[in-house]
């Protein structure tokens, strides 16, 4: 079944270096992405909205050149975080629409920890 | 701007009791209404949807919630809870054609056996 599939589940980078999360979509086809960001104890908050062969919207306040978001396929969209530094530690969430449905799937997360 | 507020985070109970979880959001247009669950290390999963119609939907494994328009609230509620439903609960509106979510804090449920 149709499923989102997020890697990895775990990263640990130094400060400064660049990190890379893909978000695919399994067995469907995703014209939008969407990527979000969880604090402890806090909730998702949406980040920005990828759509397949376009640049991607960014929310209010998201830095668009530090998290740098790719969707070049129908089935895959990448988010990179620039330059991390220990404030980007967080969960990362992406999320896919399936085409001409209102369903939206999770995948499973990315804890990004930023010594 | 839109805001989903989920009153209590952190809910305890037995086995069999009546569950009833808040979720209040602010948006004046139509919206779309959501409750997501997340099991201990799993994905976050949906458990019931309001687009429109009855006001009373329900989802799986034995929820149901209450849109009121005029509360700007989409309780979900479950009559007996079980030790499976553990999990943490999240509130979620959208705007009426749009996938933008906007979620509530969460809610974690424990079920004592």
């Known amino acids: 079944g149709a499923v989102v599939s997020q890697h990895p589940s775990r990263v640990i980078c130094k400060s400064g270096t660049s990190v890379k999360i893909e978000c695919r979509s399994l067995?469907?086809?995703?014209?939008?992405m969407f990527w979000y960001r969880q604090f402890p104890k806090q909730s998702l908050m949406l980040m920005a909205t990828?759509?397949?062969?376009?640049?991607?919207?960014?929310e209010q306040g998201v830095e668009k050149d530090k998290f740098l978001i790719n969707h070049a396929s129908l089935t895959l969209s990448t988010l990179t975080v620039t330059s991390a530094h220990p404030e980007d530690s967080s969960f990362y969430i992406c999320?896919?629409?399936?085409?001409?449905?209102?369903?939206?799937?999770f995948g499973s997360g990315t804890q990004l920890s930023v010594l | 701007a839109q805001s989903v507020s989920q009153h209590n985070h952190h809910v305890i109970l037995s086995e069999a009791a009546s569950l009833e979880l808040g979720c209040n959001y602010s948006?004046?247009?139509?919206?779309?209404l959501f409750w997501y669950v997340q099991y201990p290390g799993q994905h976050l999963q949906l458990l019931l949807k309001?687009?429109?119609?009855?006001?009373l939907v329900k989802g799986i494994k034995g929820f149901e919630a209450e849109f009121i328009k005029s509360k700007f609230s989409f309780n979900l509620r479950k009559p007996s809870v079980q030790w499976s439903d553990t999990a943490e609960y999240f509130c979620?509106?959208?705007?009426?054609?749009?996938?933008?979510?906007?979620f509530g804090t969460g809610t974690r449920l424990k079920v004592l056996a």
């Open positions: 999320s896919a629409r399936t085409v001409g449905g209102e369903k939206l799937l």
């Open positions: 067995d469907f086809q995703a014209t939008t």
């Open positions: 990828s759509n397949e062969g376009s640049k991607a919207t960014y």
């Open positions: 948006y004046g247009g139509t919206v779309n």
């Open positions: 309001y687009f429109s119609g009855d006001p």
């Open positions: 979620a509106v959208s705007n009426s054609g749009t996938y933008k979510y906007i």
